[in-house]
């Protein structure tokens, strides 16, 4: 097997996996609350991670950081995994999934729209062409279609499932800045969120563990999300001869998502998630940069 063949096999392995988290979030917050799912997801993915670098030969790496770096692992903890997942679990509890999710996935537009004022990036019509794209179809999935009547279930909850597409594109913005090994890096950020996941939970929910359906849903989405297709998709990438013929398969996700979503969850796809999730992609399409952008 060559080495692309094996790198659309790790990336096919991590766009699955992912395809099923918006399912396991939902479910779990039938047994437990956003709170309890954040600790109880990100314990489970450190351990994960921890796991993953032992295996590899790489864990003594997490002490042979610079104190900048070690800095760098604290706020990017912060915001990743406390905030964002924090932002975004609360989204999947006051939202259907089909809603929630498609409404995160805007963040492959963020990215570029964030880059401009962050990275002090010049603005293209083609940014502007791809968020207006983009951007409709959540309007047309936040609305069920309703855009006369323009009445949306929960705001609270849109809000904040497009908030949570922002963080993570902000994450990633700043992310890609650290030089380290990306599992490493991202062992130290969950290393140093967990202490705010802990001291948010006992605060604001509770610690209990108790076995059952919700503890082994975070679990789950502990190991899938937050770790295991995220060192996949890693892998994918660095076998890849070219990244863009990988990272194609990302698309592929929210729409597989949903068949789990209607499966799994009980949810009857609407005609406008469709049709809204429909515009996303297209708007990440319209947003890519062409090869003549891309060498200048």
């Not at 913005?173 to 967990?194: P, Q, S």
Request: proline share 3%; charged share 15%; aromatic share 12%.
């Amino acid at each position: 097997m060559t080495n692309q063949a094996r790198a659309y096999l790790y990336g096919f392995a991590a766009v699955l996996l992912w395809s099923t988290v918006a399912s396991a979030f939902k479910l779990t917050l039938r047994y437990l609350d956003y709170a309890q799912l954040l600790l109880y997801a990100n314990l489970t993915a450190l351990v994960v991670l921890a796991i993953i670098l032992m295996v590899s030969g790489r864990l003594r790496e997490i002490f042979a950081c610079s104190r900048r770096q070690y800095v760098r692992s604290l706020w990017l903890g912060l915001l990743n995994p406390f905030v964002y997942y924090l932002v975004l679990f609360k989204a999947y509890d006051l939202l259907p999934a089909q809603v929630a999710q498609p409404l995160n996935h805007t963040w492959g537009i963020a990215l570029p729209l964030l880059s401009i004022p962050l990275l002090r990036q010049r603005i293209r019509s083609r940014e502007i062409a791809a968020g207006l794209v983009c951007y409709s179809g959540a309007l047309i999935i936040s609305t069920g279609g309703d855009l006369r009547g323009f009445r949306v279930d929960s705001p609270l909850g849109v809000a904040l499932a497009l908030g949570s597409a922002g963080l993570w594109a902000i994450y990633w913005i700043y992310n890609t800045k650290d030089e380290r090994d990306a599992v490493v890096g991202l062992f130290l950020n969950f290393l140093f969120g967990v202490p705010f996941v802990l001291v948010y939970c006992l605060v604001f929910s509770d610690v209990r563990v108790s076995m059952g359906p919700g503890l082994l849903g975070a679990v789950y989405a502990g190991v899938v999300e937050m770790a295991l297709a995220f060192a996949l998709w890693l892998k994918a990438l660095k076998l890849s001869e070219n990244t863009a013929r990988v990272g194609s398969l990302i698309f592929v996700a929210p729409f597989l998502s949903l068949v789990f979503i209607h499966f799994l969850v009980g949810e009857e796809i609407l005609s406008a998630t469709l049709i809204g999730l429909a515009l996303i992609v297209a708007g990440f399409f319209v947003g890519r940069p062409t090869r003549t952008t891309e060498a200048t």
